[in-house]
């Protein structure tokens, strides 16, 4: 008998997870929830944001030692790079754009967003964390009665100290135009390591450290590199291994969650998936926008040989292999043969352009990495300013380049992107719900950039 596939356990215990969150509203089981099935959702929570820094580190030093002598690179290297780098940048623009104007957080009803924000501010001031408005539910007299019912709900103490949370808000200091710049930058990076919120921090060591491996003799740098991708090996092999017990995980996640929000009122479940098809929808009509507008406009403007139309029919295997597998990686055989024999790109050029695609170029998981962060900020009434926005557009695009070329993988850097604008990371769980057809989504778009960038600097190439 054949053994059931890892993602189909995933979603059943997904769907089981629902189910017994709507049966515990219905039967008043949601304090046997809270205390004996959501736990194993935090823990596997945690169990992610363990080996999220290490995993993100490891992955950028060796995303960039792989790209070789940086003297050798030239002219495609740069190019290649630059224009990974666009259409990232692109995608998470475009995610931003779409889900400021939809604001799919919005279509639930006033009393769970108003219940989510409060559950926020308990967090927030449990961690230590600022929040990011003025807004104070916690202060407002009226609301001691529910904040009572959300601690109680969701495991907060409500006596904690709100009018201390408040004064440390409003003593926050002035920010200055280079702050932004100032606070990447780590003065110790062992201390940033430790902070899932420093993560900015983190990648920009990530990054420097790579670059500055490129740069001194092969000698003296292969100690190094082997270690790097040793460790980077590890850590993805404890990624499988939390995988492996992920069903149940994600069964005790969603539980918990469901219940979490919902309490003994089932209603409150429908409200919380109907943000959820609107979320949906502006990743997908991100996803259908980058595939069907951004590329086709890039290619005409390079490539004048190939139709778009030609295109995605010498593409359409790797697509299709990219929607059943939700795998970069997986799928890169089958790009590279498309790319050669079907587009006619230089073998040269492909050899060297897709496999860093498939390691620094996820535009489809940015874009949807936009979007889940602002629709999870809708969701709990908290308003990103631009500043913020920036700093998704740069984390999501930075992320990306550690971001495991596997199923699943954008999960753990959405993580990693809630972590830097100060939101809860727990919150991944609200999304798993649809996170699998937009995983396979989100990996076709990832594939096709790849091809597009392939082509794009073969056609440069073949013209020099």
């Given at each position: 008998m054949k053994k059931m596939a890892l993602h189909w356990k995933i979603i059943i215990g997904l769907f089981l997870g629902i189910l017994w969150a709507v049966l515990s509203g219905f039967f008043g089981w949601s304090e046997f929830?809270?205390?004996?099935?959501?736990?194993?959702?935090?823990?596997?929570i945690n169990l992610l944001k363990l080996i999220a820094i290490p995993l993100v580190l490891f992955s950028i030093v060796g995303g960039i030692v792989g790209l070789g002598d940086p003297k050798q690179l030239g002219r495609m290297g740069v190019r290649t790079l630059l224009l990974y780098l666009s259409t990232t940048v692109v995608a998470v623009s475009l995610g931003l754009l779409i889900v400021n104007v939809v604001q799919p957080g919005t279509w639930m009803d006033d009393s769970v967003r108003k219940e989510n924000r409060i559950a926020y501010e308990l967090w927030a001031q449990q961690e230590g964390q600022q929040v990011h408005d003025d807004i104070s539910l916690l202060s407002d007299p009226a609301?001691?009665?529910?904040?009572?019912?959300?601690?109680?709900?969701?495991?907060?103490?409500?006596?904690?100290?709100?009018?201390?949370?408040?004064?440390?808000?409003?003593?926050?200091?002035?920010?200055?135009?280079?702050?932004?710049?100032?606070?990447?930058?780590?003065?110790?990076?062992?201390?940033?390591?430790?902070?899932?919120?420093?993560?900015?921090?983190?990648?920009?060591?990530?990054?420097?450290?790579?670059?500055?491996?490129?740069?001194?003799?092969?000698?003296?740098?292969k100690p190094v590199v082997d270690l790097v991708n040793g460790l980077s090996e590890v850590f993805l092999k404890m990624v499988d291994l939390i995988m492996m017990?992920?069903?149940?995980?994600?069964?005790?996640?969603?539980?918990?969650?469901?219940?979490?929000?919902?309490?003994?009122?089932?209603?409150?479940?429908?409200?919380?998936?109907?943000?959820?098809?609107?979320?949906?929808?502006?990743?997908?009509?991100?996803?259908?926008?980058?595939?069907?507008?951004?590329?086709?406009?890039?290619?005409?403007?390079?490539?004048?040989?190939?139709?778009?139309?030609?295109?995605?029919?010498g593409i359409s295997p790797a697509q299709m292999l990219a929607f059943s597998t939700s795998s970069s990686a997986a799928t890169l055989p089958v790009t590279l043969?498309?790319?050669?024999?079907?587009?006619?790109?230089?073998?040269?050029?492909?050899?060297?352009?897709?496999?860093?695609?498939?390691?620094?170029?996820?535009?489809?998981?940015?874009?949807?990495?936009?979007?889940?962060?602002?629709?999870?900020?809708?969701?709990?009434?908290?308003?990103?300013?631009?500043?913020?926005?920036?700093?998704?557009?740069?984390?999501a695009t930075l992320a990306s380049i550690g971001s495991a070329a596997i199923p699943s993988a954008g999960l753990v850097m959405l993580m990693i992107v809630l972590s830097s604008v100060g939101l809860n990371p727990?919150?991944?769980?609200?999304?798993?719900?649809?996170?699998?057809?937009?995983d396979m989504v989100r990996t076709v778009v990832n594939v096709t950039g790849d091809a597009t960038v392939a082509t794009v600097i073969g056609e440069l190439k073949s013209e020099e």
């Open positions: 929830t809270s205390g004996w099935i959501a736990p194993w959702g935090r823990i596997f609301n001691s009665t529910l904040v009572a019912e959300v601690a109680k709900r969701r495991g907060f103490d409500e006596d904690e100290s709100v009018q201390s949370r408040l004064k440390q808000a409003q003593s926050q200091k002035e920010s200055g135009p280079l702050t932004f710049l100032e606070d990447m930058v780590p003065a110790n990076v062992f201390k940033a390591m430790t902070d899932n919120g420093s993560m900015l921090k983190v990648i920009f060591f990530a990054l420097f450290f790579g670059i500055a491996l490129l740069f001194i003799p092969d000698a003296t740098a017990a992920a069903p149940f995980f994600v069964f005790a996640l969603m539980a918990g969650i469901v219940s979490e929000i919902a309490g003994d009122n089932p209603a409150k479940i429908f409200e919380l998936f109907k943000g959820l098809t609107w979320y949906s929808l502006s990743v997908l009509g991100g996803l259908l926008l980058m595939a069907f507008v951004i590329y086709p406009t890039i290619m005409k403007f390079f490539v004048k040989r190939l139709s778009f139309k030609g295109f995605l029919k043969e498309c790319v050669e024999e079907n587009l006619e790109v230089d073998p040269k050029v492909s050899s060297f352009v897709l496999p860093i695609g498939a390691t620094v170029n996820m535009d489809g998981t940015s874009l949807y990495q936009a979007v889940a962060v602002i629709f999870l900020a809708q969701m709990h009434m908290i308003d990103l300013n631009l500043a913020q926005q920036l700093t998704i557009i740069l984390t727990a919150w991944i769980g609200i999304i798993l719900p649809v996170d699998r057809i937009l």
